[in-house]
Nanobody, 120 residues
Framework: QVQLVESGGGLVQPGGSLRLSCAAS????????MGWYRQAPGKERELVAT???????NYADSVKGRFTISRDNAKNTVYLQMNSLKPEDTAVYYC??????????????WGQGTQVTVSS
């Protein structure tokens, strides 16, 4: 089966940086889209950023210019570099991956989430 394992969350002061990583494991040959979403207490889960296998990027307006998403296709891993963090970035961050090949594993998968807290 497919598992997504996130790492890199934690507590950081406003203006600081964190780097999240998410590795997909399993007999995966192709992932079309990988991305990051977040959910703050009392709010709905929202898109942070996505990246396709070809490198096309999409960011939420609230993180443009501060966050950078990247991926290593050979390792089925996606990263999120977060700079100039603000208290409003505090949330549980979830990794997502859309598996294309093999067909029996085709579908969208989620990680377990990693907490990011921005506070002085």
């Amino acid at each position: 089966q497919v598992q997504l394992v996130e790492s890199g969350g934690g507590l950081v002061q406003p203006g600081g940086s964190l780097r999240l990583s998410c590795a997909a494991s399993g007999k995966i040959f192709s992932i079309s889209v990988m991305g990051w979403y977040r959910q703050a207490p009392g709010k709905e889960r929202e898109l942070v950023a996505t990246i396709t296998s070809a490198g096309s990027l999409n960011y939420a307006d609230s993180v443009k210019g501060r966050f950078t998403i990247s991926r290593d296709n050979a390792k089925n891993t996606v990263y999120l570099q977060m700079n100039s963090l603000k208290p409003e970035d505090t949330a549980v961050y979830y990794c997502s991956a859309t598996v294309v090949v093999p067909i029996p594993l085709r579908g969208n998968y989620w990680g377990q989430g990693t907490q990011v807290t921005v506070s002085s």
